[in-house]
């Protein structure tokens, strides 16, 4: 079992900087690849990002080149640097992992975070 806590969203103005880290339990985080999907109101959750084990990364179009997914496999931590924020990239952010290596789907990944509010206004 992998349990998952997310931290670090809030409100920030449009053009602005978050960093959400993810939190996870369990002595095998390094062998689960880490992602990131995000769930505006009324819209289907989306994929954001994934890490693999090795630190291979892949991107959603709609963040690549702003947003940067990491890990730290020491800390049992993902990170995810979000930059030029838009009033669009405002959703629940949920940390989630998976035995599969980079998955893009929800289906494929086995555990959930609760999720953490970003919402880009001024």
């Known amino acids: 079992q992998v349990q998952l806590v997310e931290s670090g969203g809030g409100l920030v103005q449009p053009g602005g900087s978050l960093r959400l880290s993810c939190a996870a339990s369990?002595?095998?985080?390094?062998?689960?690849?880490m992602g990131w999907f995000r769930q505006a109101s009324g819209k289907e959750r989306e994929f954001v990002a994934t890490?693999?084990?090795?630190?291979?990364?892949d991107y959603a179009d709609s963040v690549k080149g702003r947003f940067t997914i990491s890990r730290d496999n020491a800390k049992n931590t993902v990170y995810l640097q979000m930059n030029s924020l838009k009033p669009e990239d405002t959703a629940v952010y949920y940390c989630?992992?998976?035995?599969?290596?980079?998955?893009?789907?929800?289906?494929?990944?086995?555990?959930w975070g609760q999720g953490t509010q970003v919402t880009v206004s001024s």
């Open positions: 989630v992992a998976s035995i599969k290596y980079m998955p893009t789907m929800y289906q494929e990944y086995n555990f």
């Open positions: 369990g002595r095998t985080f390094s062998s689960y690849a």
């Open positions: 890490i693999s084990w090795s630190a291979n990364t």
